[in-house]
Nanobody, 133 residues
Framework: QVELVESGGGLVQPGESLTLSCRAS??????????AAWFRQAPGKEREGISCIDHNGDKSFSVEFAQDRFTISRDNSKNTVSLQMNNLQPNDTAVYFC????????????????????????WGQGTQVTVSS
């Protein structure tokens, strides 16, 4: 079974940065072939999309709250997708999920991302990010 594995989460103080990374756990999914995205879910809240990147990294999109602080990128030579997060705040505390799949799609217009969970059929287990002083 193909899985996506996230890493890089942890506990940070407000204003600090983190970089999350995602890789496919088995050779059955060549992540480099497909669009990928990051979602998050905070305690007691619905899951929300953050950023999406197309298969070759030419196009990326982010939702409004992530425009100035979060950057999605990929290294197809390493089959990984990353999310650089700067100036983290307590309301960024959440479990962060990497998503992809053979039918993965980034719905974007200009720089903005319009996430739809059903665009992705492979989800990682998530990595916890906690922002607290």
């Amino acid at each position: 079974q193909v899985e996506l594995v996230e890493s890089g989460g942890g506990l940070v103080q407000p204003g600090e940065s983190l970089t999350l990374s995602c890789r496919a756990s088995h050779s059955g999914l060549t992540l480099a072939y497909y669009s990928a995205a990051w979602f998050r879910q905070a305690p007691g809240k619905e899951r929300e999309g953050i950023s999406c990147i197309d298969h070759n990294g030419d196009k990326s999109f982010s939702v409004e709250f992530a425009q100035d602080r979060f950057t999605i990128s990929r290294d197809n030579s390493k089959n990984t997708v990353s999310l650089q997060m700067n100036n983290l705040q307590p309301n960024d505390t959440a479990v962060y999920f990497c998503v992809s799949g053979t039918g993965a799609k980034c719905r974007g217009y200009g720089p903005l991302y319009y996430p739809r969970q059903f665009d992705f059929d492979i989800w990682g287990q998530g990595t916890q990010v906690t922002v607290s002083s």
